[in-house]
T-cell receptor, first 112, second 112 residues
């Protein structure tokens, strides 16, 4: 899935630390999103962007910030990590609403 | 807000048996997508259904979209061990521009 690149793949944080999950795409897609995946809860939308300079909240935005200064990049910032943010995070891109979504390979985050 | 429920949560089958997962939305969908996620992997797009009553087939997989565009199903005929994974449905509604709501997923285990 070379089109969507997420880094880091694994990260352990201490409670209260901040960090940024990076997401980059080379497909020139308009839409980018961040999801978190927890056991038995499917994928839940954190934040999304419909284009550079435009972001909006998803289902579970609290504790996370995003920005979209370029079409290619959509970083997700954890302001003050909490154990409840232990999860697998997926970045996704989409050419336009209703089209195929392409997921990155995921970032496994543990907050202790 | 929009909710998408998926059943069953788990399904264990013997290789060669059929498998079906069902998806129900609380609101009318503009389209529904299906994804497969292998253990430890990321969701991969399988198919998108748009029209009321639409049926699409991919080899042993049959996808249906309900007449009211509020439910969908995925049926696998004669399962194989390569079918193991979690199958997610995800729906776009007309008011959720750029956002996708995922079902909780069905975890399929195939015993050889």
């Amino acid at each position: 899935n070379a089109g969507v690149t997420q880094t880091p793949k694994f990260q352990v944080l201490k409670t209260g630390q901040s960090m940024t999950l990076q997401c980059a795409q080379d497909m020139n897609h308009e839409y980018m999103s961040w999801y978190r995946q927890d056991p038995g809860m499917g994928l839940r939308l954190i934040h999304y962007s419909v284009g550079a300079g435009i972001t909006d909240q998803g289902e579970v935005p609290n504790g996370y910030n995003v920005s979209r200064s370029t079409t290619e990049d959509f970083p997700l910032r954890l302001l003050s990590a909490a154990p409840s943010q232990t999860s697998v995070y997926f970045c996704a891109t989409e050419q336009g609403s209703g089209n195929t979504i392409y997921f990155g390979e995921g970032s496994w985050l543990t907050v202790v | 807000g929009q909710q998408v429920m998926q059943i069953p949560q788990y399904q264990h089958v013997q290789e060669g048996e059929d498998f079906t997962t069902y998806c129900n939305s609380s609101t009318t969908l503009s389209n529904i997508q299906w994804y497969k996620q292998r253990p430890g992997g990321h969701p991969v797009f399988l198919i998108q259904l748009v029209k009321s009553g639409e049926v699409k087939k991919q080899k042993r997989l049959t996808f249906q979209f309900g007449e009211a565009k509020k439910n969908s199903s995925l049926h696998i005929t004669a399962t194989q061990t390569t079918d193991v994974g979690t199958y997610f449905c995800a729906g776009h509604s007309g008011t959720s521009y750029g956002k996708l709501t995922f079902g909780q997923g069905t975890i399929l285990t195939v015993h050889p």
